[in-house]
């Protein structure tokens, strides 16, 4: 047994120290508390040491009283209210002056590359605050829960023009997008245990949305990456950028088909009838059921077979490295997770349905009317989500739909 | 970005005490119960390490969170091995150990069990450093903060702890 093997050997040793997740979990929630009773303490630490301070300075400058009294109030005041803000969630009083804070700060950012990192920040606050809402006793916290999952979504789908405007500076381009999907893979995990707090909880729809949420943000990070690598400079040699992307868009695709098999386990074992394995049908206007084969590469017919095939193209493509196919490959990927995440939305039931569903003749309907059908597909809940292949998923993203 | 965490957490953002516990949680649960060899002690320190954490948060400057908690691991594990000795290696593999005189496996016997009790039978540091490089997959810089040494001596001492396990296996 050689050095390396040997060390392999030590690493897979973690394997056996297997960590109770229930456990893992009380006790983060006696952590978070142990959090919020220490540091209230230390909001009452510094009011006292200010008025302290100020006591001293009032005695030593001989500086009328009532001068600092009125400047300190202002003080541990502002102090108090922004360190009640900075933990406030939707619903609450002082949640529009956080969001504010954080548009400001945004407005402030020295330059495009932190305004952009600020941005995922935020974003990942509201996936934080999804998990409090969910865990809270609020009354309305399913409305609330909503309107977060939306503006995650939002706020991720803006993120490709985000990065796309860094295009000038190519290493601020590459560091933002790697961020980005460093915080996704976090992110992912945290809507993964939002999405599972909300199953339990019974709120059906919340858990698509958010699963839904999860599968956007995975695939926003793919187009990110493949903005980076669409403007890889060819002249040099950038074999280990072009595999450390293509092992971030495969963990991107493992992402999803977790989500995607989870979800039709799930629907197996409620309904027997196992949604995710089967072709999606198109009621397509004269009762005939059409199966949309999505558009991958692979060809497969279910979205678990479309994302393994996915996921060999890319095995294939690092194989291939120095091939000059390497964007296409992130690119045909990027397409076909576009198409996953429009059909990945039934994961409710697919009722045939006798509302009439034109496909788009692209040759006939102008851009508008195109996108006007997709939404009203998307808003009516008529076909949710089944979408022809005609449609410009892409113009989707663009105007942030 | 790492001050931005560090800012929020002297400011009690919970988010940010989170984040530490989702990274850092099953690490040092890792590396406690390499140490302790039983479940239930080993969550039970980590609690502790993590709630200290808190405390030292609110009470101190941060400048490594890793090393901090780690730091607190090991001094918790020290404290408890006072108390209670025969807790530090468990009864069933401390009988293993007595069993064989000289910890030496032929090489095609390397297994997990093998491996685990060649650490156990290290000296704490090296036995530390191995579960922190290659097991919690810490940076050197890391490790040496915890250990309070320069890079190039924590480099010394994984090089010597990597010695002295491959020396329970001399077939190798």
């Keep these: 047994m050689n050095e390396k093997e040997f060390i392999s050997k030590i690493k897979s040793l973690k394997s056996d120290i297997i960590i109770n997740d229930s456990f893992f979990d009380s006790n983060k929630e006696k952590f978070l508390n142990c959090v919020s009773s220490e540091f209230n303490k230390k909001e009452v630490n510094i009011k006292s040491s200010n008025v302290a301070g100020f006591i001293s300075l009032i005695n030593r400058f001989k500086i009328p009283g009532f001068a600092f009294g009125a400047s300190a109030f202002v003080f541990v005041t502002f102090g108090l209210t922004v360190s009640a803000a900075l933990r406030s969630l939707p619903g609450d009083p002082l949640y529009s002056f956080k969001i504010s804070m954080e548009n400001t700060r945004v407005a402030m950012a020295f330059d495009d590359e932190k305004s952009v990192n600020l941005q995922v920040e935020f974003a990942g606050n509201r996936i934080d605050e999804l998990s409090m809402v969910l865990k809270s006793d609020k009354a309305n916290k399913n409305k609330l829960a909503t309107d977060l999952v939306n503006k995650i979504d939002t706020d991720l789908s803006a993120m490709p023009n985000r990065v796309v405007a860094l295009n000038k500076n190519k290493k601020s381009l590459e560091s933002t997008a790697k961020g980005f999907d460093n915080k996704i893979n976090e992110y992912s995990a945290k809507l993964k245990n939002a999405s599972n707090v909300a199953s339990d909880a019974g709120m059906g729809d919340l858990t698509k949305d958010i699963d839904l949420a999860y599968i956007k943000g995975n695939s926003v990070s793919v187009k990110t990456l493949n903005i980076v690598i669409q403007n890889i400079d060819s002249s040099i040699n950038n074999d280990v950028l072009k595999k450390d992307i293509i092992d971030r868009v495969e963990k991107k695709v493992d992402n999803i088909k977790n989500v995607v098999d989870s979800t039709a386990k799930s629907v197996a074992n409620n309904d027997g009838n196992d949604i995710i394995n089967q072709s999606p049908v198109i009621d397509d206007g004269e009762n005939k059921n059409i199966n949309t084969n999505i558009n991958t590469n692979g060809g497969g017919s279910t979205l678990a077979e479309q994302l393994q095939d996915m996921k060999e193209e890319l095995q294939k493509a690092k194989i291939g490295l120095a091939s000059a196919d390497m964007a296409s490959v992130i690119n045909n990927v990027d397409k076909s997770l576009n198409n996953t995440i429009i059909s990945t939305t039934p994961i409710a039931p697919i009722i045939p349905t006798t509302t009439v569903i034109t496909p788009v003749n692209t040759n006939n309907t102008g851009e508008k009317d195109k996108k006007d059908d997709v939404k009203m597909q998307f808003e009516s809940g008529v076909g949710y989500g089944l979408i022809h292949n005609d449609y410009e998923i892409e113009s989707l993203w663009s105007n942030g739909e | ?172």
């Design chain 2, 1 to 172: 970005m790492k001050d931005d965490v560090v800012l929020k957490l002297k400011m009690g953002d919970t988010s940010a005490f989170e984040k530490v516990y989702n990274d850092f949680f099953k690490k040092i649960y890792q590396f406690v119960f390499f140490k302790v060899n039983n479940p239930s002690k080993a969550e039970d320190i980590c609690s502790e390490v993590f709630l200290r954490f808190v405390k030292f948060v609110h009470n101190n400057d941060v400048d490594n969170v890793s090393a901090i908690l780690y730091r607190i691991a090991r001094n918790l594990i020290i404290d408890d091995s006072r108390k209670n000795k025969e807790d530090l290696v468990g009864d069933e593999n401390m009988e293993l150990i007595k069993d064989s005189n000289e910890l030496n496996f032929d090489d095609k016997y390397i297994n997990n069990e093998s491996l685990f009790l060649a650490l156990s039978n290290l000296k704490d540091d090296y036995r530390d450093i191995i579960v922190m490089y290659h097991i919690n997959e810490m940076s050197l810089k890391d490790i040496a903060d915890v250990f309070g040494k320069t890079q190039g001596a924590t480099k010394t001492m994984l090089s010597r702890a990597m010695g002295q396990i491959r020396e329970s296996f001399p077939q190798m």
